[in-house]
T-cell receptor, first 112, second 113 residues
């Protein structure tokens, strides 16, 4: 798996958009960008993934740069329940039963 | 997405003993993955459990310390053997789903005293 770099921690005001950056400069052509989050004492939760186009679902949006060397996860209206550690992971697509390699992630704190 | 049940959710164990953690999935899956999360750390993959064959262990993890069973496509166990305080961690099982990525169990919080 390609290595990713994320800021160690971030704060965001409740109700504002939280923008979490991720650098993955060595990503290869067949690797997707995945985002997971882990709320304290729970198992990681899948958020979103993408290859090269921007993606949006009910939880978040994923913006991938044209050169695919970096991406941003956007939580449009952050709530206190979004306080968690967010992991950006790159690997080949689903179905290959390939392992996920977790980095250190970004600890996001939503401020009331 | 798949529902994963892990048991026990937490335990406090004496050093030198062993604990077996169970992971039950509500659908058939080819591979199940076991992770360890030490206090304040990220997740580290221990091994990949295939049905009908021996588990594949990551560097730094050995079968004698973490034996794994995978008797069918919906169930797996991880045993933490001859425990020491350094084994105090959260242990998580995980499966891959085509449309949902990886789904994780809620974890087993182990404290070794």
């Amino acid at each position: 798996d390609a290595k990713t770099t994320q800021p160690t921690s971030m704060d965001c005001a409740e109700g504002r958009a939280a923008n979490l950056p991720c650098n993955h400069s060595t990503i290869s052509g067949n690797e997707y960008v995945y985002w997971y989050r882990q709320i304290h004492s729970q198992g990681p939760q899948y958020i979103i993934h993408g290859l090269k186009n921007n993606e949006t679902n009910e939880m978040a949006s994923l913006i991938i740069t044209e050169d695919r060397k970096s991406s941003t996860l956007i939580l449009p209206h952050a709530t206190l329940r979004d306080t968690a550690v967010y992991y950006c992971i790159v690997r080949a697509g689903f179905g290959g039963n390939e392992k996920l390699t977790f980095g250190t992630g970004t600890r996001l704190t939503i401020i009331p | 997405s798949a529902v994963i049940s892990q048991k026990p959710s937490r335990d406090i164990c004496q050093r030198g003993t062993s604990l077996t953690i169970q992971c039950q999935v509500d659908s058939q899956v080819t591979m199940m993955f076991w992770y360890r999360q030490q206090p304040g750390q990220s997740l580290t993959l221990i091994a990949t459990a295939n049905q009908g064959s021996e588990a594949t262990y990551e560097s730094g993890f050995v079968i004698d310390k973490f034996p794994i069973s995978r008797p069918n496509l919906t169930f797996s166990t991880l045993t933490v053997s001859n425990m020491s305080p350094e084994d105090s961690s959260i242990y998580l099982c995980s499966v891959e789903e085509i449309n949902y990525g990886y789904t994780f169990g809620s974890g087993t919080r182990l404290t070794v005293v």
